[in-house]
T-cell receptor
Framework: KAGVTQTPRYLIKTRGQQVTLSCSPI?????VSWYQQTPGQGLQFLFEYFSETQRNKGNFPGRFSGRQFSNSRSEMNVSTLELGDSALYLC???????????????FGPGTRLLVL | GEDVEQSLFLSVREGDSSVINCTYTDSSSTYLYWYKQEPGAGLQLLTY?????DMKQDQRLTVLLNKKDKHLSLRIADTQTGDSAIYFC??????????????FGKGTKLSVKP
């Protein structure tokens, strides 16, 4: 099975611009979560999507948003980019067989975003 | 709130055992995870342990869980230079109706000297 894929792998933007990152989960996985990794804050949870609905959200400003499509692929968008948004953005997918049972999250290689 | 702590650095000689320690705060965590990150790469799942287990062994990896002290450790036997990476401990926090989110430690950078 192919793993989680993320595109693009690298991105350079300038302050004030907006960016869209894409994630394709492992085939059959229905839940997609996004995490931000920075040297200062480490790995932080952004949000989780299942059945095209946001199920859980971390403590990030409204400039960070996401969506999920009917094929479970997900995108995240950051508007009005700030220098501090420079980070590795990681997507993880899991099976989600039941809300009562937590499935292991498998990560993609990440998208490295540099904001100048 | 939830927090995961781990030491930042560990240096060992090739062939020795490495032990990476972690403490967590959420006693309701059902699973605890170890992920590995190599330079410029994403996170690779190494192993996980269910909260009602004390130990799990998987080839060179041994995970020990002390639920009373909320302490988790990862032992790598016969450490190789290819094991040099950052190792993250993570607990899953369940918010009901979702898969929950992972709370990660800051990561332990393991350096293996030949």
């Amino acid at each position: 099975k192919a793993g989680v894929t993320q595109t693009p792998r690298y991105l350079i933007k300038t302050r004030g611009q907006q960016v869209t990152l894409s994630c394709s989960p492992i085939s059959g996985h229905r839940s997609v979560s996004w995490y931000q990794q920075t040297p200062g804050q480490g790995l932080q949870f952004l949000f989780e999507y299942f059945s095209e609905t946001q199920r859980n959200k971390g403590n990030f400003p409204g400039r960070f948003s996401g969506r999920q499509f009917s094929n479970s692929r997900s995108e995240m968008n950051v508007s009005t980019l700030e220098l501090g948004d420079s980070a590795l953005y990681l997507c993880a997918s899991s099976l989600f067989t039941s809300a009562l049972y937590q499935e292991t999250q498998y990560f993609g290689p990440g998208t490295r975003l540099l904001v100048l | 709130g939830e927090d995961v702590e781990q030491s930042l650095f560990l240096s060992v000689r090739e062939g020795d055992s490495s032990v990476i320690n972690c403490t967590y705060t959420d006693s309701s965590s059902t699973y605890l995870y170890w992920y590995k990150q190599e330079p410029g790469a994403g996170l690779q799942l190494l192993t996980y342990i269910f909260s009602n287990m004390d130990m799990k062994q998987d080839q060179r990896l041994t995970v020990l869980l002390n639920k009373k002290d909320k302490h988790l450790s990862l032992r790598i036997a016969d450490t190789q230079t290819g094991d040099s990476a950052i190792y993250f401990c993570a607990e899953i926090v369940d918010y009901g109706g979702s898969q929950g989110n992972l709370i990660f430690g800051k990561g332990t950078k393991l350096s293996v000297k030949p």
